[in-house]
């Protein structure tokens, strides 16, 4: 089984930075990806950022693009999401996913509120 734990977010005023950290436990063996979606309150969950486990091969929307920065320490099993010149419509819960053998996201994490003030 995999695990998933979000931590870092928190309140930020706009323009602020935070940096979400996801520890991973559980099988590696044939993990391809992982990733950073967020939902806000009554909008559906949008993909922010994907990295290939291996190769680190990143890929991000275009709402994020140039401003968050998704990372990873494999040693450390975990996946960073560095969040810069963050505005209120970056308020969110944030969560960390896998993938394995699947297109999609096989594993989820509980999530972590962000919260931008203007």
């Known amino acids: 089984q995999v695990q998933l734990v979000e931590s870092g977010g928190g309140w930020v005023q706009a323009g602020g930075s935070l940096r979400l950290s996801c520890a991973v436990s559980?099988?590696?063996?044939?993990?391809?990806?992982m990733g950073w979606f967020r939902q806000a309150p009554g909008k559906e969950r949008e993909f922010l950022a994907s990295i290939s486990w291996n190769f680190g091969q990143t890929w991000y929307a275009d709402s994020v693009k140039g401003r968050f920065t998704i990372s990873k320490d494999n040693a450390k099993n975990m996946v960073f999401l560095q969040m810069n010149s963050l505005v209120p419509e970056d308020t969110a819960v944030y969560y960390c996913a896998a993938g394995y053998s699947s297109p999609a996201f096989d594993y989820w994490g509980q999530g972590t509120q962000v919260t931008v003030s203007s």
């Open positions: 559980g099988r590696t063996f044939g993990r391809d990806r």
